[in-house]
């Protein structure tokens, strides 16, 4: 009985750490065009090629005049659906409202592709 308990107490913490470990935001995102550990970008798109990414699958953003491909994200987004309301468009607003912790701030750039066109 003792035996079913350990194991029973290793399981548990080996699925908690499952939820409590970050899992990689960088997934996904082999063809970002980030200059080698600068965090700048090297691409400049469009509003118009940033319209066309707007859904589940692809979605980009774009904040504060930087391009962000979120697509890698939207599942993982802890407001759900919200991600997707300006998909393919400005989500400036929406990201600095006060739903987000300052947390944001530094997970978003390991999703910026790039800047936007005037």
């Not at 107490?9 to 960088?26: D, E, Q």
């Not at 991600?83 to 390991?110: K, M, W, Y």
């Amino acid at each position: 009985m003792e035996i079913l308990i350990y194991v029973s107490l290793v399981v548990l913490l080996g699925l908690g750490a499952l939820f409590v470990i970050p899992r990689s935001n960088r997934k996904g995102k082999g063809n970002a065009a980030h200059l080698a550990g600068s965090g700048k970008t090297s691409r400049s798109y469009t509003k118009k090629e940033v319209s066309t990414h707007n859904t589940r699958k692809d979605c980009w953003i774009i904040i504060k005049d930087k391009v962000y491909d979120v697509t890698s994200y939207v599942e993982e987004h802890p407001g759900g659906d919200a991600i997707l309301n300006n998909a393919g468009d400005d989500s400036t607003e929406g990201f600095f409202g006060p739903q987000h912790g300052t947390r944001v701030f530094d997970i978003i750039e390991d999703f910026c592709i790039g800047k936007l066109k005037d």
